[in-house]
């Protein structure tokens, strides 16, 4: 009887024994890919894809979202802007954009917006939020304690259909859309739309539609309930009673000004600058002092930079020329295609400020071939000199010459007026024109081909001969700097290069595909004439007599 308790007992440990065994095995094979992951992390491309296909993890944020509207750009980039008057109490570094699923991801900052000063951030979506449909507006937030998004936030705008910026004058307000005039030449008339202020939605009436410009009236100021530094601003689709989705803020008219005992508008005094230059700028950090350089000596007072998302050391180097004697103001820029609206906010903003506007590249270079060759020095007339004295002169136009790459293939360490010597052999009917114009005579409508302007019909244009003046275009410069050119072309209406679209347009280059590609033999390409005129006549003016540096370089 005992053996066979004892034979029992052997059996039973036996069974709990294994049984056990299986247990703990099975307990270690049911441990999650997510446990793995977190315990043991995979150092190897695949972990960021596990981690992608997790729950999004806890993130630490502020209890209360700071108050931002948000804007979808493209490649699935995000911009937040900051409203009004709102605080940041961790300055401009350490946020997160929470979206709707609770998926996070950093907010760098962009920049500072010119309407209201604004800060705007960016933040790319996440890989899980574009899965989702409809897109909601991200939250802005520090990492300080774990908050649920807002499943009720407003839809994200969308770039291509937005009230992107606004700017008022002593007469009337200008806006800046996209979406609503997308053909060129073709602009629907003033009548279809309506200027809508603040949340009770004051309206006025549009007096101009042109690209994406707009013009309406002031409201009456005792209309507007909300504060009037704080009201939004956008148009009215009348047709559809559809409002177009804003990031705009209105400012009041400037108010009187007395002035030596006569009552003055703040905008209708006398330029305090004869000429100006305006440019819109990418990254072109280490050619702006010696585009600067040039063209102040030789007679431009101000410049105007309408900065398009650099993000090199653009900053940097202006504020260094700043400190070193030269006016250059900076606008951040930001919206893509919109060279022609960027032109038309400098001559509305620059016409208190200067008589004459300078609309040309940092890559072009404006010299008078006959009159300046034997100048021992530079002299800030010389630009001026260009200008005709006939009171209805109100453009001047000025024909370009499109240098190739001169068989450099990095940046010229010494400029670009040093570096590239060869160009192309343009017929007239080819070269295309830059201009210096009369702010007072541009039309109403603000319109532009990028760099001239529609001008008053008592007013007139004048061309140069190229004998008078000519714009040496450095135009195929070295690969590596011409190749950002297929990053994203800056005019509305110009398509990108990777578009299979358009493919004779003469913004392209000859021979260039849809893709960035370097072709055979590109640093010999389009060199057909030997042309040093100004690179001797740089060298003379800013070569250092010690050195065989130019003055630009550091």
């Not at 009673?241 to 400037?254: H, L, W």
């Not at 009171?391 to 136009?397: A, F, L, T």
Request: aromatic share 10%; hydrophobic share 40%.
């Amino acid at each position: 009887m005992r053996r066979r308790l004892s034979a029992a007992l052997l059996i039973s440990l036996a069974v709990l024994f294994l049984f056990a065994s299986i247990s703990l095995h099975l307990s270690r094979s049911s441990i999650s890919r997510s446990d793995l992951v977190t315990r043991y992390p995979i150092p190897s491309p695949t972990s960021d894809l596990i981690r992608e296909l997790q729950s999004p993890p806890s993130i630490h944020v502020n209890v209360d979202p700071i108050s931002t509207v948000a804007v979808l750009l493209p490649d699935w980039e995000i911009l937040v802007i900051v409203s009004p008057e709102t605080p940041l109490s961790a300055g401009h570094h350490g946020y997160v954009c929470v979206f709707q699923n609770n998926s996070t991801s950093d907010a760098k900052l962009a920049g500072i917006l010119p309407s209201r000063n604004r800060t705007a951030f960016y933040c790319l979506m996440p890989r899980r939020v574009k899965l989702l449909r409809p897109f909601l507006q991200p939250a802005l937030s520090t990492r300080l304690h774990h908050i649920n998004t807002n499943k009720h936030a407003p839809e994200l705008f969308r770039w291509t259909f937005l009230v992107y910026e606004s700017f008022s004058t002593v007469d009337d307000v200008v806006l800046f859309a996209k979406g609503l005039n997308n053909r060129p030449g073709v602009n629907r008339p003033p009548s279809e739309f309506r200027c809508v202020f603040g949340d009770n939605a004051v309206r006025t009436a549009v007096t101009s539609s042109s690209q994406e410009v707009f013009r309406c009236q002031h409201p009456d100021l005792t209309a507007l309930n909300d504060a009037v530094n704080a009201t939004t601003i956008s148009l009215e689709i009348v047709e559809k009673n559809q409002v177009v989705p804003s990031v705009a803020y209105y400012t009041s008219p400037k108010r009187r000004r007395i002035i030596n005992g006569s009552d003055l508008i703040a905008g209708h005094t006398q330029p305090s600058h004869e000429l100006c230059a305006c440019t819109m700028v990418y990254n072109v950090a280490k050619v702006l002092r010696e585009w600067v350089t040039y063209h102040s000596r030789i007679g431009v007072d101000r410049f105007f930079l309408y900065d398009n998302d650099s993000d090199d050391d653009l900053g940097h180097v202006v504020r260094q020329l700043n400190r070193e004697g030269f006016n250059i103001t900076t606008t951040f820029w930001i919206w893509p295609k919109t060279q022609e609206a960027g032109f038309s906010h400098a001559a509305v903003f620059g016409k208190s400020l200067c008589k004459w506007m300078m609309y040309i590249d940092v890559d072009e270079f404006v010299f008078a071939p006959n009159a300046w060759s034997q100048a021992p020095a530079p002299e800030r007339h010389m630009l001026k000199s260009l200008i005709p004295k006939e009171p209805d002169i109100g453009q001047v136009s000025i024909l370009c010459n499109e240098f190739g790459p001169s068989n450099q293939k990095t940046h010229p360490l010494e400029g670009v007026t040093q570096g590239y010597t060869c160009r192309r052999r343009l017929g007239r009917l080819q070269q295309r024109h830059k201009s210096i114009v009369l702010l007072e005579a541009v039309e109403h409508s603000l319109l532009n081909m990028i760099h001239h302007f529609q001008i008053k019909k008592e007013f007139r244009s004048w061309q140069l001969s190229m004998e008078e003046a000519i714009v040496n275009h450095y135009k195929y410069q070295a690969w590596p700097e011409f190749q950002t050119k297929f990053r994203r072309r800056v005019s509305a209406y110009v398509v990108d290069w990777t578009e299979k679209v358009n493919p004779a347009s003469k913004d392209r280059a000859p021979g260039i595909g849809f893709k960035p590609v370097k072709p055979n033999g590109w640093e010999d390409m389009f060199c057909e004439v030997r042309d040093e005129r100004l690179t001797m006549l740089t060298k003379k003016w800013f070569g250092s007599p010690s050195s065989s540096k130019m003055v630009w370089q550091s």
